[in-house]
């Protein structure tokens, strides 16, 4: 276990600067531990609470020195952290666990560390506290600063669909030449669409990374593939 708050005496530093230097220079450490890239959106459960923990699938990214997520205002996540401005993101690898949190919550095991809950089963989980909110038509962009870290034996992946579109949109855009080929020309405009629309997804929750530069690269070669057919 990690505490991320140190208790420091403001007055035993000549300046605020340096003290927020070390405040960024433990936020980074947090990042590192947890396998994030700074701008990629990976998915977490959340674990909030008022009265009773609620876990749920959110995601979440690190950006400009802060965690941020977009948190709908009709779930119980948003209800909670109203209440209570304070949550858990657990890094789980299983798409399991993401299920149950959605619909079999009862199955998974929820503990407590001082005023955090977290998943039991969880690679790793970092407890934060809201920063900010944004509000926006029926959701808000809640930021949030971390205050404890907890590593589990084994290093912890965060899981983004930024991977999983890069797989996909390898293994379809491997298929449209013999598609075209063999005179399937419908199957490989449907997969050309899946690129696109994977494409997208990825610019949307990888911008300016490596994900985004492969996923164009994959898209563009795609294009070429089809050549004219791409638009019929």
């Known amino acids: 276990m ?48 008022s009265g009773e923990p609620h876990p749920a699938p959110i995601g979440v990214r690190f950006r400009g020195g802060v965690f941020e997520a977009t948190i709908y205002h009709d779930t119980a996540t948003y209800a ?63 930021k949030f600063k971390p205050g404890m870290l907890h590593l589990s034996q084994v290093k912890p992946k965060p899981y983004t669909r930024a991977d999983g579109a890069l797989v996909e949109m390898l293994v379809h855009e491997s298929r449209i030449k013999p598609y075209i080929d063999s005179g399937l020309l419908v199957e490989a405009k449907r997969l050309y669409d899946l690129i696109a629309h994977y494409n997208e997804l990825v610019a949307r929750i990888a911008q300016n990374t490596e994900y985004q530069a492969y996923a164009k690269a994959i898209y563009e070669s795609a294009t070429r593939r089809m050549g004219g057919l791409k638009g019929g």
């Open 80 to 142: 909670n952290l109203k209440v209570h401005p304070m949550c858990t993101l657990n890094v789980v690898g299983s798409g399991l666990l993401f299920y149950d949190a959605v619909y079999m919550k009862h199955k998974l095991r929820v503990m407590r560390e001082g005023d955090y809950w977290f998943l039991a089963d969880a690679d790793a989980w970092l407890g934060v506290t809201v920063l900010e909110e944004s509000p926006e038509r029926g959701k808000s962009v809640f």
């Open 2 to 49: 990690v505490r991320l708050t140190p208790v420091l005496r403001v007055t035993s530093f000549p300046n605020r600067q340096q003290l927020l230097k070390i405040l960024v220079e433990l936020t980074l450490i947090v990042v590192a531990e947890l396998g994030f890239v700074e701008g990629v959106v990976y998915e977490v459960i959340a674990v909030s609470f």
